[in-house]
């Protein structure tokens, strides 16, 4: 493998996955930044990193870096993916969700193409072997004509339903989507990660091959949210937890990234927290089936993807453009719930439905 150059901006949690791939396939992180002098001392410690930064502008001007990870909130992946492409970064490894709205998205990409530069947005599901099972026994048609897909997952559409929905994508090959149905709870009007989130979610959306999925996200649970832990501040803390714990989404076993696929002959079940993680029934089975899988670290095969996408100027799995039409979905149900209406696709706008319900800055 080639010695390529690494920096990575933010040093937080997720910070310590991307570096630990990194070394895992024996490349050099040659810099880091972030803005708390802290994390930043304590994560060039752990990693050796040589030279260290509170101001990534300067990072990327001074250091002629090859790969650039964005390990930072998502209000920040859009100004940072595009100062990487321009400084010269061959592949930039950015954390998910993409970005805010699709014009930030397009915005990435376009910089990206013109720079040359290869993007890969970190969903990191679709390198897990869990779901790459479910998608090998979708395209075998073990389980005949796939008629309906039902996903669940626990978080929020921005945080947590961008892996259910790119999942759902992925185990189907990533066709396009026709319309989208959607509905969100804005009760708390909370924030997460520094920007809005909704409380709840549903969406419901048909594939050109009439494929029809539906997929429910839910942040109400029975306790209160835990501030400093994952994107949690002060602005994510229920404040009528009473009401949150007698809906309690979770009471009903809803895990994490659960996927139940329909098919004319079967069904195929699968999620990184159930047990057992994947199972499904063909034709003519009577009982289910537990394939014997061996998870391999995700972080790792997304950078050999995304340098094997630089070497060959190929797409990686996870692309940007893939990225974006994930995004594309979330936007629309922001938006059928905020016009109140079935959304057609392609989604013409720039801003993020969401926002503006809750800001209330434009009328329907």
């Not at 300067?58 to 209000?75: A, F, G, N, Q, Y």
Request: one cysteine or more.
């Amino acid at each position: 493998m080639r010695n390529y150059r690494v920096g990575i901006i933010g040093c937080g949690n997720i910070a310590n996955a991307h570096a630990k791939a990194y070394l895992k396939l024996g490349l050099r992180i040659v810099a880091a930044c972030d803005i708390d002098n802290k994390k930043l001392t304590s994560f060039k410690e752990r990693y050796g990193v040589k030279r260290a930064y509170v101001d990534y502008n300067k990072m990327l001007k001074r250091e002629e870096l090859d790969i650039v990870s964005i390990c930072t909130w998502p209000t920040l992946h859009c100004e940072m993916t595009i100062a990487a492409a321009e400084a010269g970064a061959k592949g930039i490894f950015c954390e998910k969700p993409m970005a805010l709205n699709l014009k930030e998205a397009d915005m990435m990409l376009e910089a990206c193409r013109k720079a040359g530069s290869k993007l890969l947005i970190g969903h990191i599901r679709r390198y897990m072997t869990i779901y790459n099972k479910a998608k090998e026994i979708v395209t075998s048609g073990i389980v005949g004509e796939v008629t309906f897909i039902h996903g669940m997952t626990v978080g929020d559409l921005m945080s947590d339903g961008t892996h259910l929905i790119d999942l759902v994508r992925f185990i189907i090959g990533d066709r396009k989507v026709r319309w989208v149905f959607g509905q969100v709870d804005l009760y708390e009007k909370r924030k997460r990660y520094g920007h809005y989130v909704e409380d709840a979610a549903i969406g419901y959306f048909e594939f050109e091959n009439n494929v029809r999925a539906f997929i429910e996200v839910s942040q109400l649970t029975g306790s209160q949210v835990s501030v400093g832990n994952v994107g949690f501040t002060k602005e994510s803390i229920f404040k009528d937890l009473a009401r949150a714990q007698k809906i309690n989404w979770w009471r009903g076993g809803v895990k994490y990234c659960t996927i139940h696929v329909m098919g004319t002959e079967g069904r195929i079940e699968v999620g990184e927290w159930e047990k057992p993680k994947i199972k499904y029934k063909g034709k003519g089975d009577s009982d289910w089936r537990f394939p014997l899988v061996k998870e391999r670290d995700p972080f790792v095969e997304e950078v050999r993807d995304l340098i094997r996408s630089i070497e060959e100027d190929t797409d990686p799995l996870s692309s940007g453009e893939q990225a974006r039409n994930t995004l594309e979905i979330m936007m629309a149900i922001y938006e059928s719930a905020y016009r109140r209406e079935v959304t057609l696709l392609p989604l013409e706008i720039d801003y993020n439905p969401l926002f503006v319900m809750i800001e209330g800055g434009a009328s329907n």
